[in-house]
């Protein structure tokens, strides 16, 4: 067996975060919302292009589960991402908190969370690094 790509990933939230998580991933990322199939329960696929790289479930009861970092056994997801100042400076007009590490042989990597605490790695691999984050530079959200 060899894995030959990544397909998609899956996060769980209530009926009523759905929207918040739409715009989030919308806003952020610019994925949209697209076809899913007619399964049991709400729930909406976000796509990437015309990949259904998002798959929300609305699977828990309002305010049923914890939104904290340690909600489940997933740490994060991590994406290979390019266009870092674009990026940053989108993160910022949307006032999307977010924490930077600069490590060398690691390269530039920025975290944050979504609207129900799923964090978010992106790798700018081989790009230039903002001024604002020299070498040595660590993120919290990696700490905890």
Known sequence: MKVEGF??????CSEADLPAIEKFYGEV???KKGYRPDFVGP????????????????RF????????MHNGTLD?????????V????????????????????????????DP???KLEFNFVNEHVPD???????AAANLR
Do not use: M
Request: charge should be negative.
């Open 43 to 58: 729930g909406i696929w976000l796509y990437d292009g015309d990949n259904p790289i998002l798959h929300v479930g609305a």
């Open 86 to 113: 674009e990026f940053r400076r989108r993160l910022k007009q949307l006032n999307v908190e977010f924490e930077e590490q600069n490590i060398e042989n690691a390269g530039y990597q920025v975290f944050l969370y």
């Open 116 to 118: 129900v605490g799923t």
């Open 7 to 12: 397909l998609h990933f899956n996060i769980r």
């Open 132 to 138: 604002a984050v020299p070498l040595g530079t660590t």
């Open 76 to 84: 994060h997801i991590a994406f290979k991402t390019s266009g870092a």
């Open 61 to 68: 009861a309002q305010g049923s589960f914890v939104k904290d």
């Open 29 to 31: 990322l610019g994925w």
